[in-house]
């Protein structure tokens, strides 16, 4: 069975959770979450909750914590995986044998087919951003088929495929192939008598299909950082309900002082940055920094890096 509880809104997130993870390891003598697994959005995540919970609790069995991706690949037989080096090879290959008359919008203008040196930059960028989503879970056609990609989508999702289809004559496990064979496998979760999954909204497909089979032999449980009250806002999973959200309007309030338009990253990495620390000091553990462009990342980390 899932079970979804509501954390309320008054206090911060991490605290929160680390607070009723606490709560839960004291029912138990000596105190403990070592059959616990807990599931947050991203790695800092877990670094986060993790330090908090033992500040609260000091000596505990501590839970295992994961990532969406690290969830779904759980399991996984280590033979399979695709090293770094492969998964490069894989691409690069893909791509050099692709026809760039059928990828026009991935391939550069005047591209000669087999110029290894382009071949070689596409598959760098294209690793590294399967890299970076199967974090979160999903694959490139994942993200493509939600509209991350508008003008490229089709053609990255036919890449992907090829991709998938190298590795697997190597023997190596594609991604769609890594979901079927493990969301029914409960073997990897023996030790496991909890799993708790903690404010992820957008929660990926397969991790909701592998939670769904593992509620059938132990507890599951969506922790959503909000209120009692707003139980019908969200769905079983604890993602917001479209149909809910869409009627209720936003309100910014004080417009021209929380939206600002600026014109590149950098300028906009200077912007968050003075606002992040102008009462004088930048507290991380108060404050997020959220960007919908992995492209503005380094001049984040640049700007930030100087407070």
């Not at 399991?75 to 059928?102: C, F, M, S, Y």
């Not at 056609?141 to 004559?169: N, Q, V, Y």
Request: proline letters at 7%; a negative charge; charged letters at 25%.
């Amino acid at each position: 069975m899932i079970k979804r509880v509501f954390l309320g809104g008054g206090s911060l997130l991490p605290e929160a959770a680390a607070r009723r993870l606490a709560e839960y390891a004291a029912a138990s003598t000596p105190p403990s979450l070592a059959d616990t697994l807990v599931m947050l959005p991203g790695r800092r995540a877990v670094r986060i909750v993790s330090d908090k919970l033992a500040a609260m609790t000091g000596a505990l069995l501590a839970p295992e914590m994961t990532t969406p991706g690290g969830f779904i690949r759980r399991g996984t037989p280590d033979h399979a995986v695709p090293k770094p080096i492969e998964e490069l090879t894989a691409w690069q290959r893909t791509a050099e044998n692709a026809d760039p008359k059928d990828f026009p919008h991935l391939f550069p203008v005047g591209y000669e087919r087999g110029d290894q040196a382009v071949t070689l930059r596409i598959a760098r960028e294209l690793a590294a951003l399967q890299r970076e989503l199967l974090s979160g879970g999903l694959s490139i056609a994942d993200a493509a088929r939600r509209g991350a990609f508008p003008a490229r989508g089709g053609e990255l999702i036919r890449l992907e495929e090829r991709c998938d289809k190298l590795l697997s004559g190597f023997g190596l496990c594609s991604v769609a192939e890594l979901e079927k064979k493990l969301i029914s496998d409960a073997a990897p979760f023996a030790d496991i008598a909890r799993i708790v999954v903690i404010a992820i909204p957008d929660l990926p497909l397969p991790a909701r299909r592998r939670l769904e089979f593992l509620a059938q032999s132990r507890e599951v449980e969506i922790w959503i950082a909000s209120a009692e009250g707003d139980a019908m806002k969200f769905d079983d999973f604890g993602s917001p309900k479209p149909e809910y959200w869409e009627s209720q309007p936003l309100d910014f309030g004080e417009f021209d002082h929380r939206v600002f338009l600026v014109n590149s990253p950098d300028e906009g990495a200077r912007l968050a940055a003075a606002l992040a620390s102008r009462t004088g000091a930048f507290a991380p553990d108060e404050c997020a920094i959220v960007a919908a462009d992995t492209g503005w990342l380094p001049s984040i980390a640049r700007e930030f890096g100087r407070i």
